[in-house]
């Protein structure tokens, strides 16, 4: 019997590998977390637009017309497309309005619903 103290290279080799395990998990965590990350950007980005053109549409003496509008903002250095769909609402004096914001690949950003008197 050796009085040698130390790690055989099996216990080496699967602590090696537990390691790695774990340094790979951390990579998998960074990627996705900066995806999610972009992804809340632009939802954030997209709620500033629909937003914008919220109050825009609320501010605007005359109440919009009944049907649909399209335009183009640029927020944030991108430039974002928004669809404004205005129709009645179930009381007859006010209008819903709906925005819809894309970014430029065309995925959604944001989508809000106002309601504004149809005539002031």
């Known amino acids: 019997m050796s009085d040698e103290a130390g790690f055989t290279l099996l216990e080496i080799l ?3 590998a537990v390691f790695s395990i774990a340094a790979l998990a951390l990579l998998n965590l960074e990627t996705v977390t ?3 990350t972009n992804r809340i ?3 954030t980005f997209g709620q500033i637009v629909a937003r914008n053109v919220a109050v ?3 501010t605007d003496p005359a109440p919009p017309a009944i049907g ?3 335009g183009e903002e640029v927020n944030g250095g ?6 404004r769909i205005t129709g009645p609402s179930p009381e007859a004096r006010i209008l819903q309005i709906e ?3 894309v970014d430029e ?4 950003a944001a989508d809000l619903t106002i309601f504004r008197f149809a005539a002031q």
């Open 41 to 43: 950007a632009d939802r």
């Open 78 to 83: 991108r430039i974002w497309q928004w669809t």
């Open 105 to 108: 690949a065309g995925d959604r």
């Open 56 to 58: 825009e549409t609320l």
């Open 68 to 70: 649909t509008a399209t």
């Open 34 to 36: 900066v995806s999610n």
């Open 14 to 16: 699967v602590a090696l």
């Open 99 to 101: 925005i819809a914001v």
